[in-house]
């Protein structure tokens, strides 16, 4: 059973920060990219911040500077580091893993208040 749990997701006023975590179960986590994406209402699902098996990373336009992604391969976790946070950067958070399948978390909520 493949499972992502995202969690961290919450209430913040704009410049602060939320750090969102994504545990991972039942894939050989290293082989993965791994992926945050988001969408806000109305809007469809954009890129945010992605990391290969080898530590590469890449970010949209809209958070670099402002979000850090990056992973613990033994604990098996993804994480999101958000700061300067915007009332733009509202949306449902979502974990991706990509290899021979792809798998996606249910989504953690980021509200951002101006």
């Known amino acids: 059973q493949v499972q992502l749990v995202e969690s961290g997701g919450g209430l913040v006023q704009a410049g602060g920060s939320l750090r969102l975590s994504c545990a991972a179960s039942g894939i050989i986590f290293r082989s993965y990219t791994m992926t945050w994406y988001r969408q806000a209402p109305g809007k469809q699902r954009e890129l945010v911040a992605a990391?290969?098996?080898?530590?590469?990373?890449n970010y949209a336009d809209s958070v670099k500077g402002r979000f850090t992604i990056s992973r613990d391969n033994a604990g098996n976790t993804v994480y999101l580091q958000m700061n300067s946070l915007k009332p733009e950067d509202t949306a449902v958070y979502y974990c991706?893993?990509?290899?021979?399948?792809?798998?996606w978390g249910q989504g953690t909520q980021v509200t951002v208040s101006s």
């Open positions: 991706n893993a990509r290899w021979s399948y792809t798998y």
């Open positions: 990391i290969t098996s080898g530590g590469r990373t």
